[in-house]
Structure formats: structure tokens, C-alpha cells
């Protein structure tokens, strides 16, 4: 029940800091260690390469996730949009582990991958938000992302939940190989939780950007760097699928290799820029698209920030930032919908769950 909310994807934003939570207490053993069945684990540390897969946001989520398995874990990954895998199908290594990524657990794209590598003997994870679905029932193992319902079209919760239970499962293979960090994911996951809080507090300040930014906008372009750009990438689909916008997110790189030719006098350009390594970098582009008439708006973190930054996030360790950049992002598409008046919970020729192919 949305209860006293308007809308079904205003509370799932809302509820983020408390799924943060839960996610904690059920991954939690006794000794704050990270509880994971044994087979699970046994099935990552067999495998020599990890293939995600999984579709829309959740393969946004699979982006950020092979970061965090590839930085802590030193296990090579890739990540796949279940509809090109079986034409673009990469070179397989010898032991493969297969994690699909999925909030229904019900997309047919994503099954239809399930069955093709099962067919060929391959091992295979499910990470998703429902118990008891297809791509749970047929995979060899299954993680649960205990988001609690999601019933807006616009996945959010999910994304995030997500996200956190790979970082669980990277730090996991870490600890399993021997390999040191510099890194309690239980304590910095409570750090997302109070941050995501405080910017789930700030709505008046998000509903004013999307008012000033979005209310009118034929476009939006979203550009970063590294991780960011990951997130960018989801503030895109965010964006486009609830309030129509056309909008696309680009790493900041690429902008002068062609994108940059889209921007004319008034184009919002949002910049997420909440990485030290590369805050000169994304800052000279947004400079850039300014020079060309851009208006831009700057999401930064306390450590990455600078004076008339439109958006200052609460730090957070740098592997997690998606999990806070996304909420502003999440509130943006959500007014920006809200002022076009759409259907916010349900946009048009759109269903929750994508059960053909
Ligand atoms: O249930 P799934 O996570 O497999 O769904 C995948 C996509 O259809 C889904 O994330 C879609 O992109 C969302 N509507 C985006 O908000």
C-alpha cells in the first residue's frame, strides 16, 4: 500500500535507507562477518571469469557491480544485456560463473540467456528481489535483495539494493582469496543509509532543479566519469522512461568526439562528479558545455565539491557513491515527471515486468 504517499515511486525512494538496513541485518552474521550460504561462495571462488547479465536498470546495477568485484576480488567480470548475449556471445572462459541480475526475477530476456548457458553446463547465480521466481527457481543458486515490494514501473529500490548485495558479495570472494581491504562493507552500508536519508530529506531542494532544469526541456544530457558515468547512465533511464525527456548519459571523455554538437543554448547538462581522480577532468567538461550555452548543474560529494555546486552529496566511501548520486537522480526524474504531468507510477507502453522477449 502507498498509504499516505502520492505515489508508489516516491516511497520506494523513501524506503532505500531502511532497505540499506535490512540488507545489513540479513547478510550479517553473529561476528558482523558476511553471512552467505557456503555453496554460493564455493560457486564464485570456483570460477575463473563472472558474466552478468540482466537488463535496463539492473544491468546499470551490473555495471557498478563488476567495478566492485573487479577491484576487491580480482575476479575478471562482464556485464551483458541479456537481449544481445546469445548474438554477441563473448568468448567463454573455462570456468565460468553466470550471475543474473533481476528484480522480477521474471524478464524473458534474461531467462532466455539462463536457459541457453544452462543447456551448455554452465553454473549459475540469481540475484533478485523475489523468492520463488523463474530466474531463481531455474538458476543453481539464488541471493535475495529483501527490498520489500516494488510496484512503480521506475525501478529504484531495487537498483540500490542491488548494488549493495554485490558489494557484499565481492567483499565476500575478497575475504575467501586472502586478499586485505580496507574496507567493512556493514559499517560503510550504514554510512549510505543515514546519507541516503539526509538527501531523501532534501526534496524541496530536487523538486526546485527539476523545476528549474527539466519543467520545459525538449533534452537532458547526464555526463561522468569512471563510476559515475555508470550512474549517469541510469539517471538517463530514469529520466526518459517516467517524464519522456529524451536524455542519455555520456562519459565525459566522449563528449568532444561527437555529443557535445547536441548542445545548444539552454540544454541542461548534469554533471555527477563525486570521484577525487577524476573531479578536474568531468569539471573541464561541464566548463565545455557551458562555453556552448549548457546549463549545467553539478552533483558533487563533501570531499569533491566546490563553491555554486548545485547538488553536495554526504561522503560515503568511494566504492558506494552510485548508491547515494542515484537518489538525487531518482527525486530529479520524479519531479520532472511530476511537473509534466505524467503518470509517474505507470508511463505509457510500459509494464513492470518485461515477460517476453
Ligand atoms: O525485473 P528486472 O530487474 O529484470 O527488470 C529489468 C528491466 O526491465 C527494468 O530494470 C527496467 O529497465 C525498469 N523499468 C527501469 O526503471
Redesign the pocket.
Known amino acids: 500500500e502507498k498509504g499516505t504517499y502520492p505515489h508508489y515511486m516516491l516511497k520506494e525512494i523513501d524506503e532505500q535507507p531502511a532497505v540499506m538496513r535490512k540488507i545489513i541485518m540479513e547478510y550479517q552474521d553473529e561476528n558482523d562477518n558476511i553471512k552467505l550460504d557456503e555453496d554460493v561462495r564455493h560457486a564464485v571462488q570456483q570460477s575463473d571469469r563472472i558474466y552478468i547479465i540482466?537488463?535496463?536498470?539492473?544491468y546499470h546495477a551490473g555495471l557498478v557491480g563488476k567495478q566492485m568485484i573487479e577491484t576487491m576480488a580480482k575476479i575478471p567480470t562482464e556485464v551483458h544485456i541479456a537481449s544481445e548475449f546469445s548474438y554477441n556471445m563473448p568468448l567463454l572462459s573455462e570456468r565460468p560463473l553466470f550471475i543474473f541480475?533481476?528484480?522480477?526475477?521474471?524478464?524473458a530476456d534474461?531467462r532466455a540467456v539462463l536457459v541457453q548457458i544452462k543447456s551448455m553446463g554452465h553454473r549459475s547465480l540469481t540475484i533478485t528481489n523475489v523468492p520463488g521466481s523463474t530466474l531463481s527457481r531455474e538458476a543453481d543458486h539464488t541471493l535475495l535483495l529483501h527490498a520489500g515490494p516494488e510496484i512503480a514501473?521506475?525501478?529504484t529500490k531495487?537498483y540500490t539494493a542491488q548494488i549493495a548485495v554485490l558489494a557484499l558479495l565481492a567483499v565476500d570472494a575478497a575475504k575467501v582469496k586472502g586478499i586485505k581491504l580496507d574496507f567493512n562493507p556493514i559499517q560503510e552500508l550504514g554510512i549510505v543509509a543515514n546519507a541516503m536519508e539526509t538527501l531523501v530529506d532534501q526534496k524541496d531542494v530536487i523538486e526546485k532543479i527539476a523545476r528549474d532544469y527539466l519543467a520545459v526541456t525538449r533534452s537532458c544530457f547526464f555526463i561522468g566519469r569512471g563510476i559515475d558515468y555508470y550512474v549517469c547512465q541510469e539517471a538517463a533511464?530514469?529520466l526518459k522512461?517516467i517524464s519522456y525527456i529524451q536524455a542519455e548519459g555520456f562519459a565525459g571523455g566522449e563528449l568532444k568526439h561527437g555529443t557535445i554538437a547536441l548542445i545548444e543554448e539552454g540544454t541542461p547538462v548534469i554533471a555527477i562528479a563525486t570521484q577525487a581522480h577524476v573531479n578536474g577532468s568531468i569539471r573541464s567538461n561541464v566548463k565545455e558545455t557551458v562555453a556552448r550555452g549548457a546549463h549545467a548543474c553539478i552533483v558533487s560529494m563533501e570531499s569533491t565539491s566546490e563553491t555554486g555546486d548545485q547538488i553536495v552529496l554526504p561522503e560515503v566511501h568511494e566504492y558506494l557513491t552510485p548508491l547515494v548520486s542515484v537518489v538525487p537522480m531518482q527525486l530529479l526524474a520524479y519531479y520532472a515527471a511530476l511537473h509534466r504531468d505524467c503518470d509517474v507510477d505507470k508511463p505509457r507502453n510500459?509494464a513492470k515486468?518485461?515477460t517476453v522477449e
Open positions: 540482466a537488463c535496463g536498470t539492473s541480475i533481476s528484480q522480477s526475477g521474471e524478464t534474461s514501473v521506475a525501478s531495487a533511464l530514469k522512461e510500459l515486468s518485461v
